[in-house]
């Protein structure tokens, strides 16, 4: 079978690597995207005429009727966790099989997460660029982690790794996703509101769906206390951005850090980026190599699982696929 992986040669430097792409290459006969650009839906259909199954990256969008013009498809391989900019009914109306990878980057990312509160706390970043400009940095009292609360907003995977960590730390961690279960008696299971109005530290790690849209705004940020930090390590469309930038502009809470945001790529907004009391990084989170293979070659795994006509781990739609080899 032939497959097209539709990264970009930067893409597929950072985010895939030679040993998933040969291990690719010694399952199926592959098709590689040369292009410095991601391939929109018409150089989609274009690159993909002749392919059985499409791997794609994050930037690459299954959308429209692309599912309906390549008749030879049967499947789409996203080499990430978020499907969003994948329409699954047209695929699933197509016969097309579509997956995604697992989160193979909760330690990568939770340790993003407390390098962040430490940057905070501790103005390391601040520090830093003083020095680099040649002045004399500003000596401020920090925050310690230890004996600090932390309020986790979404209590998944990465969530449930971050509070074991943090717990070891000696911080107190509170909870809020009116949709998980917290079965550990250290940790306190509130609701938003309340999470909000009492930690030192909010790590936002929510689900992104309609429903999660602005989850953070103006609101929700009146409630934060002074002092307090929000980090965002999910998704860019959760905050409302004018209404965070409002909030450090006006010093309501101290700071803020963020690996995402609505700018291109899910990358945190250059204008929100540059706040004197924020800390960016460009979507970084996951970008370790244990993380970004651990994605890679699953989809490897996916791709010979669907050449055996078999329904591998991370689909969508099984139900729903009539292509099978």
């Known amino acids: 079978m032939k497959v097209l992986l539709a990264h970009t040669p930067q893409m597929r430097r950072q985010y895939y690597g030679e040993r998933s792409l040969g291990g690719l290459r010694a399952v199926a006969d592959v098709k590689l995207h040369e292009g410095d650009d991601a391939l929109d839906a018409a150089h989609l259909i274009d690159a993909a005429q002749d392919v059985d199954i ?3 990256d994050r930037l690459t969008e299954g959308q429209g009727d692309i599912f309906a013009k390549l008749p030879k498809l049967r499947a789409m391989v996203r080499c990430a966790v978020d499907i969003r900019n994948i329409d699954v009914a047209a695929a ?23 390098g962040f509160m430490v940057d905070l706390s501790r103005g390391v970043s601040r520090a830093t660029a003083d020095y680099h400009a040649g002045r ?7 925050r310690q982690l230890a004996g600090s609360r932390l309020g986790i907003i979404g209590y998944g995977s990465i969530g449930r790794y ?7 730390l000696g911080m107190r961690v509170l909870v809020a996703d009116p949709f998980a279960a917290v079965d550990d008696a250290s940790i306190e299971h509130l609701p938003l509101d309340d999470l909000l109005a009492r930690s030192d530290y909010v790590v936002c790690l929510a689900v992104a769906n309609e429903q999660t849209e602005n989850l953070i705004g103006a609101a929700a940020l009146a409630r934060m206390q002074r002092h307090a930090f929000f980090i965002n390590l999910s998704r860019g469309n959760l905050v409302d951005e004018a209404a965070l930038a409002a909030a450090l502009r006006e010093n309501r809470i101290a700071g803020a850090a963020m690996d995402v945001g609505r700018a ?13 009391n924020v800390i960016a990084t460009p979507h970084i989170g996951g970008l370790t190599p244990p993380a970004i293979e651990s994605q890679s070659l699953e989809t490897v795994r996916q791709v010979g699982t669907i050449i055996k006509g078999e329904v591998p781990v991370g689909a969508v739609n099984a139900v729903h696929w009539t292509r099978r080899p």
């Open 54 to 56: 499409i791997v794609a």
């Open 92 to 114: 699933s109306a197509a016969g097309v099989l579509v997956t995604r990878a697992g989160p193979g980057f909760i330690q990568s990312v939770t340790e993003l997460a407390l």
């Open 136 to 142: 004399k940095p500003e000596v401020v009292m920090g």
């Open 162 to 168: 971050l509070a074991g960590i943090a717990k070891a």
């Open 264 to 276: 291109l790529d899910q990358m945190p907004t250059p204008e929100l980026a540059r706040l004197p």
